[in-house]
Structures are given as C-alpha cells and as structure tokens.
C-alpha cells in the first residue's frame, strides 16, 4: 500500500487498484509489512499477540453444569500444578447462547494456551487439544462423559496485547499515517483501539463517523493529546 499524488489529488494505492481511501482491519505487523515506505508505520507493529486453542464441547446431556451464567476465566495466579493444561478459561454455550440450537444439550467451550503458550513454535495437536479440555471440565465441573461432538481450532495471533506503552505508540502511529498517506489511509480494529467486539464495533462506528464529517484521519485521534476524562455526580455518601 503506498500514496500517489495525481495533481492538487491523492490516492491509495494497493498491487492492482487504486482508492480515494481505505480503510483496515489488519493487523499492525501486517500493516508495517505492507505498506511503503517500508516500515512506515513501525509502531503499529510492536503490538504482541498471543495463540489460542478453543475447543469446543457438545453432550447429548442438557443437564451436566453444576452452575449456570456465562462461564469462568481461570486467575493466572493459580499454581501450574492445578492448571498443567495451560487453560485460559470455559464459556458455558449453553447459557451464554441460549435458543441457538436445534436440539438440546449442554455446550461448552475451553481456550487454551494465550500467554501461556508465548514463545511456543509448535502446539498441541486437535487430539491433545479436545483430550484437555475434557480434562478440565471433568476435574472443573465434574463432566465424565465423552462428548457426542467437539471441534478444535487454533487461532494464531489472535489476541493482541496492549502492553505498557501503547497509547504513546498509537499516537505517533496516527501522526504517521496523516504524514505518510495524508488521511487516505485509516486502521481499526483490535489491535488498535480495544480488543473486545464491543470496543471493534463502537470504534469501527466512530471512524466511519468521522470520515464523513471529516473531522478523522487516521482512526487513531483518539491516543492524540490528553487524556479525557469525564466526572459523574455520586449521591450524597457514596464513597463511588
């Protein structure tokens, strides 16, 4: 991806099309990689990521959870030798997705691996994987029975890791992308401005937002200048 000037105009350019603008969910090493002159936007890569394995588990039982709600993550303060799986924690599907199915069960999924796994070059196989997971909802919850189904996948580098110093890293990214591609180049997504899908949508929303009134240029405006912070009246006693 580079910027072309045609005249008083600009353009993006990618290997076979030109745009008036782009707009990208990749990640920040991708970005740095693609993007000419090379690595001119070095700070959207230093961004960790971390792996994770998620298996997911279907019973034929639809009452096998001891408790009901969303699930638990696991704290990393718990000793290795009462999580030798490297889990990050188990969603209950079943509660957390209610009215999905189409015939009933208890559904679970176990993520594996996140920073346990940092520095790995190899990983568990799918076998390994679903053999793990049903070792940790047996010794968790008390499941015994085999599951009816699972399905394993890894997801490399999917979690990003907003690591000391990001709001600074993303500032001087903004003002690389409004130097070097003059607001025709713009980013979002969970490398940048919040890892979660709440936090992807609402920022994805504010970009479009300002492309159109044109008050954005970058997508990251938000990690330029001061912190904002807003004070919200307590009543009186309240120690909030």
């Known amino acids: ?26 990640s920040g090493k991708t970005m740095n990689a693609i993007c000419h002159p090379a690595n001119s936007l070095k700070p959207l890569a230093l961004t960790p990521s971390v792996t994770v394995m998620v298996v997911n588990l279907f019973y034929s039982n639809p009452s096998l959870l001891p408790v009901h709600g969303f699930g638990y993550l696991l704290p990393q303060s718990l000793p290795f030798d009462q999580n030798p799986e490297r889990a990050l924690g188990v969603i209950f599907d079943s509660d957390a997705t209610m009215g999905q199915d189409t015939i009933p069960g208890t559904k679970v999924t176990v993520m594996l691996g996140g920073h346990w796994w940092d520095g790995w070059d190899a990983y568990p196989s799918e076998d390994e994987g679903t053999a ?9 919850l008390g499941i015994s029975e085999k599951p009816q189904v699972s399905h394993v996948g890894l997801q490399k580098d999917c979690i990003p890791q907003y690591t000391v110093g990001h ?3 993303m500032s001087e990214a903004s ?26 949508i609402r920022w994805a929303k504010d970009l479009v937002d300002k492309l159109v009134d044109g008050t954005g240029r970058t997508g990251l405006e938000r990690f330029v200048g001061d912190e904002m912070w807003v004070k919200f009246p307590t009543k009186k006693g309240s120690r909030r």
């Open 167 to 169: 709001k600074r890293r």
């Open 1 to 26: 991806i580079h910027i072309r000037q045609t005249g008083s105009r600009s353009h993006v350019h990618t290997k076979d099309f030109e745009y008036s603008y782009v707009i990208s969910t990749l």
């Open 132 to 140: 793990m997971a049903e070792r940790i909802v047996s010794r968790h």
């Open 175 to 200: 003002e690389l992308l409004e130097t070097t591609f003059k607001g025709r180049l713009r980013v979002v997504g969970n490398h940048y401005t919040g890892v979660g899908v709440n936090s992807c």
